[in-house]
């Protein structure tokens, strides 16, 4: 099943966290942190939203940081990825 996003919506996947430090020290997942860098899977395609226009910034394969509880969290096969408007987008990360 695949997700196509409406309007200014945009769904995202949570990076893996990180499972060894910077010096070499490995993590067990209880002690690793969630980041809360996403990386873009599909981006709608923005438009009139609320009587405005919507220019969609973000593309496909973008990583991002979003609010901490913005977002609907889906699960489709297996996968969890969250849905965000783009409005709740903080951040690209280069």
């Known amino acids: 099943m695949t997700l196509k996003p409406l309007a200014d919506r945009v769904i995202i996947k ?3 966290a990180e ?3 910077k010096s070499g020290i490995i993590l067990t997942s209880a002690a690793q942190e969630k980041p809360q860098v996403f990386e873009v899977l ?9 009587g405005n226009e919507v ?4 593309k496909k394969g973008d990583r991002v940081i979003t609010g901490k509880y913005s977002g609907t ?6 996968d969890e990825m969250t849905i965000v408007r783009q409005s709740d987008i903080l951040a690209i990360v280069e």
Request: net charge negative; aromatic share 0%.
């Open 42 to 50: 599909e981006v709608g395609p923005g438009g009139i939203i609320d």
């Open 19 to 21: 499972e060894t430090t």
């Open 14 to 16: 949570q990076v893996e």
């Open 73 to 78: 969290e889906v699960k489709i096969d297996g």
């Open 55 to 58: 220019i969609m910034v973000v």
